[in-house]
């Protein structure tokens, strides 16, 4: 019992001598070894929260217990994110964790950096970590080097929210849908409408390539006439789809529905995007009264 007090004392002193060494900052830091997992949480027009899981490895003999992390993110010079956490996570002591970083992005910043690169990013995170190991806290600078797939998982996020017809009938709303143009073999067909953006990011409408049916008869194709751009959440503004009609090939008998029958028309096709950089599909049709001129 002796000996063991005595050999407890003196682990102490040591540690207690070696905590006020700047080199013993660095024996005991817990050595960074690369992200596991990525989980985005939240994407807005400010911030992009993101949860980074990374793998370390405490190559120290006793339990490292981080406290707490304030860090900048990097890209450069440029200060692109932080991760400000109070974790009370425990790393064993000569083995590796992983540990989950709660990290927010710059949106601006950092969309301009996943233009520019491929889906791996450079990043330096660059700050404190508060530790303690026994009775003893120190803060203990860090400044590592991190490469994360970040562009992969921002995409699987947008997709998984966006990729349905009920995402896009909050976009799209339409106004009218005229038949105009009338030819003896071919016709046109314009549709108005307003898109509005629900998003807290700005979003690029680049194109509607669809195929539209007129009284359930196949009658040509088309698209959106001029790409448009929305910057705030909740703005909206006009646009127009313009399809091209076959009248023999699409409709038998067009000309002659023109004078007597309603006409319906139906488009069906895909709406594509640009959030945050990156082009995504949303599946949309819409269908309605044409109105003749």
């Given at each position: ?14 540690l207690f001598v070696g905590w006020t060494s700047l080199n013993f900052s ?49 890209s450069g010079e440029d200060t692109i994110g932080a991760v400000n956490s ?175 029958t309603k006409m319906t028309y139906k488009t069906i096709g895909d709406l ?22």
């Amino acid at each position: 019992m002796r000996r063991f007090i005595i050999s407890s004392l003196i682990l102490i002193i040591v540690l207690f001598v070696g905590w006020t060494s700047l080199n013993f900052s660095e024996f005991i830091k817990p050595k960074l070894l690369g992200v596991t997992n990525i989980e985005v949480i939240e994407i807005n027009k400010d911030t992009v929260s993101i949860n980074v899981e990374v793998s370390l490895i405490n190559n120290f003999f006793l339990n490292v217990e981080i406290n707490e992390i304030k860090v900048n993110i990097f890209s450069g010079e440029d200060t692109i994110g932080a991760v400000n956490s109070v974790l009370k996570t425990s790393l064993p002591g000569n083995d590796t964790s992983k540990l989950n970083l709660p990290a927010d992005f710059n949106t601006a910043r950092l969309a301009k950096l996943l233009e520019e690169n491929t889906d791996s990013i450079k990043i330096k995170l660059k700050g404190l970590i508060d530790v303690k190991i026994l009775f003893f806290n120190k803060d203990i600078e860090i400044d590592e080097d991190l490469n994360i797939a970040l562009k992969s998982s921002l995409l699987k996020a947008i997709e998984k929210v966006n990729n349905n017809e009920e995402t896009a009938q909050q976009i799209i709303e339409i106004k009218s849908a005229k038949l105009i143009d009338v030819g003896l073999k071919n016709s046109k067909v314009l549709i108005e409408f307003t898109l509005k953006n629900p998003y807290n990011v700005p979003i690029t409408l680049i194109s509607y390539p669809a195929d539209i049916y007129i009284n359930d008869n196949y009658a040509g194709k088309g698209n959106l006439k001029k790409e448009i751009v929305l910057q705030e959440i909740g703005e909206i503004t006009n646009g127009e789809f313009e399809f091209e009609v076959e009248n023999i090939r699409g409709i038998k008998s067009l000309i002659r529905t023109i004078f007597t029958t309603k006409m319906t028309y139906k488009t069906i096709g895909d709406l594509h995007l640009t959030v945050l950089g990156y082009k995504i599909k949303i599946p949309y049709s819409n269908s309605g009264e044409l109105i003749k001129l």
